[in-house]
């Protein structure tokens, strides 16, 4: 998934909390659709050295979550312009609107 060649979507940033988002293609009912993953990671100092880590303290639970609804926005959330038939998605991909409205 986190190879030299795919890089991530979009990466959320909240007090050393990141979560990134990748779109990996996967054949679905024969047809290639692209799925999202997400994967969250801290980073903390020790000694001045930068260190990573998957996991988090309770203290650090508020800032996953809200990486998680921003990250879930951005994937979901679509907004209308209602001049227009289609709608705009968070991640800016563009799908027809149904019945007019």
Known sequence: M?????KPVKVFFCAGVTGTVWITPRVRGGKVVDVPSVKFDKSYE?????????AFFDADLPNVALLAMEIYRFLKVRSVDPQRSEVQCENGERVQRENGG
């Open 2 to 6: 986190e190879s030299a060649t795919n």
């Open 46 to 54: 020790v000694e001045g050295e930068r260190k990573y880590t998957t």
